[in-house]
Nanobody
Framework: QVQLVESGGGLVQAGDSLRLSCAAS????????MGWFRQAPGKERDVVAAISWSGSRTLYADSVKGRFTISRDNAKKAVYLQMNNLKPEDAAVYYC????????????????WGQGTQVTVSA
């Protein structure tokens, strides 16, 4: 069992930056792939970025490539999402998730989820 708590969301203007954090507790954090997903009103929850258990592999949605960076600190049991040059279309609830595998971007492979943190971007 893994418990996840996100933080760092808020209201920003287009072009601003935010850093989301996800604190994990429970079983060995380094055994889990981690992902950030987001869900806007009326839309499906989609992957934003994923990182392997070791941190050596990452993958980003096309819409955020070059602007967002996912990272993790296994010693601190934390994963981060640095979001730069935010756009209004980035507004959503952002979720941190953990999967007991080396790496995956499949939403259904993630059994553990945080409660989400709201990101709002004004034009």
């Amino acid at each position: 069992q893994v418990q996840l708590v996100e933080s760092g969301g808020g209201l920003v203007q287009a072009g601003d930056s935010l850093r989301l954090s996800c604190a994990a507790s429970g079983r060995t954090f380094s055994n889990y792939a981690m992902g950030w997903f987001r869900q806007a009103p009326g839309k499906e929850r989609d992957v934003v970025a994923a990182i392997s258990w070791s941190g050596s592999r990452t993958l980003y949605a096309d819409s955020v490539k070059g602007r967002f960076t996912i990272s993790r600190d296994n010693a601190k049991k934390a994963v981060y999402l640095q979001m730069n040059n935010l756009k209004p279309e980035d507004a959503a609830v952002y979720y941190c998730a953990a999967a007991p595998t080396t790496f995956t971007t499949q939403l259904t492979a993630y059994p553990y989820w945080g409660q989400g943190t709201q990101v709002t971007v004004s034009a």
